[in-house]
């Protein structure tokens, strides 16, 4: 069975400060997907990344990287020179592309960032 | 284009009671996806509806359940509720161009349910 593991319950930095998010994933599937969303205090999950499990190649936009190692299963996110704005709940998620199985994402427990000015 | 719309946004119900949860997803997007977030639980795949069918299901009891229509709008339902019935119930849609497991999942803004 999947599983999405984020140790990092919470974590806190000042403003500026780069920080990265752990994710660390099981599965048996070799056709896999991962993602990151962003959970603000409003409630809804908003998508930032998908990758699949043929492209390890580490992806940047703007302030945001992410590096996906399969040989460690991970999939980290970082945020460089962090903002007040990028405080929120920040969940990985797998989905296995097993076409019996429809669309089910298996998340990770999340990650608190605060970012203090 | 629209987002994914969730009704009501707030619902407030005692135990015993049922209740239904309604979702639009993106125009276009034939799968639709709920979730349910506890802070103890975390985030729980509920089940999945394409072209009207129950496609996943995870692992709720049967008071838990749902459809989906034929414009792919889509309802779950709980029946007499219970107290950790409450949490923040979440449905999202994808295009599903490809195959199943591969399309980004994308998330309303959730009903709140509270149960006392």
């Known amino acids: 069975a999947q599983k999405v593991t984020q140790a990092q319950t919470e974590i806190s930095v000042v403003e500026k400060e780069d920080v990265t998010l752990d994710c660390v994933y099981e599965t048996r599937d070799t056709t896999y997907y991962l993602f990151w969303y962003k959970q603000p205090p409003s409630g809804e999950l908003v998508f930032l990344i998908r990758r699949n499990s043929f492209d390890e190649q580490n992806e940047i936009s703007g302030r945001y990287s992410w590096n996906f190692q399969k040989s460690t299963s991970s999939f980290n996110f970082t945020i460089t020179a962090s903002q007040v704005v990028d405080s929120a709940v920040y969940f990985c998620?797998?989905?296995?592309?097993?076409?019996?199985?429809?669309?089910?994402?298996?998340f990770g427990g999340g990650t608190r960032l605060m970012v203090k000015p | 284009k629209a987002g994914v719309t969730q009704t009501p946004r707030y619902l407030i119900k005692t135990r015993g009671q049922q209740v239904t949860l309604s979702c639009s997803p993106i125009s276009g997007h034939r799968s639709v996806s709920w979730y349910q977030q506890t802070p103890g639980q975390g985030l729980q795949f509920l089940f999945e509806?394409?072209?009207?069918?129950?496609?996943n299901k995870g692992n709720f009891p049967g008071r838990f359940s749902g459809r989906q229509f034929s414009n792919s709008r889509s309802e779950m339902n709980v029946s007499t509720l219970e107290l950790g019935d409450s949490a923040l119930y979440l449905c999202?849609?994808?295009?599903?161009?490809?195959?199943?497991?591969?399309?980004?999942?994308?998330f309303g803004p959730g009903t709140r349910l509270t149960v006392l």
């Open positions: 999202a849609s994808s295009l599903e161009l490809a195959g199943p497991g591969e399309d980004t999942q994308y």
């Open positions: 509806y394409f072209s009207e069918t129950q496609r």
């Open positions: 998620a797998l989905s296995e592309a097993n076409n019996n199985a429809g669309n089910m994402l298996t």
